[in-house]
Nanobody
Framework: QVQVVESGGGLVQAGESLSLSCVAS????????MAWYRQAPGKERELVAI???????DYAESVKGRFTVSRDNAKNTMYLQMNTLKPADTAVYYC???????????????WGQGTQVTVSS
């Protein structure tokens, strides 16, 4: 089927930078939008950034100007460059990919297992 795998999380201090990656693999026929979500303890999962198949992007207000989402279509990979990190950015970051597979060619969202980002003050 489809595997979505995030990497790059870790522990940083406030003001520092961190980069996340997400790869979609398996029976991928078509990869459309990809998105980063995050969930902090006791809070609901929220959309952080989304990038469509043409490279159009949108961001949560809380990360605009600090985070940049990009993708490499040849590698089915999405990136999230996070600058000027704040303790409020601490969360598990999840990747979601909108994929049609070779099995039935229907577009579905697939999720990764998440990667922890911790920002200390």
């Amino acid at each position: 089927q489809v595997q979505v795998v995030e990497s790059g999380g870790g522990l940083v201090q406030a003001g520092e930078s961190l980069s996340l990656s997400c790869v979609a693999s398996g029976t991928v026929f078509k990869l459309d939008s990809m998105a980063w979500y995050r969930q902090a303890p006791g809070k609901e999962r929220e959309l952080v950034a989304i990038i469509d198949g043409s490279g159009g992007t949108d961001y949560a207000e809380s990360v605009k100007g600090r985070f940049t989402v990009s993708r490499d279509n040849a590698k089915n990979t999405m990136y999230l460059q996070m600058n000027t990190l704040k303790p409020a950015d601490t969360a598990v970051y999840y990747c979601a990919a909108e994929v049609a597979t070779y099995i039935d060619y229907r577009m579905r969202w697939y999720w990764g297992q998440g990667t922890q980002v911790t920002v200390s003050s």
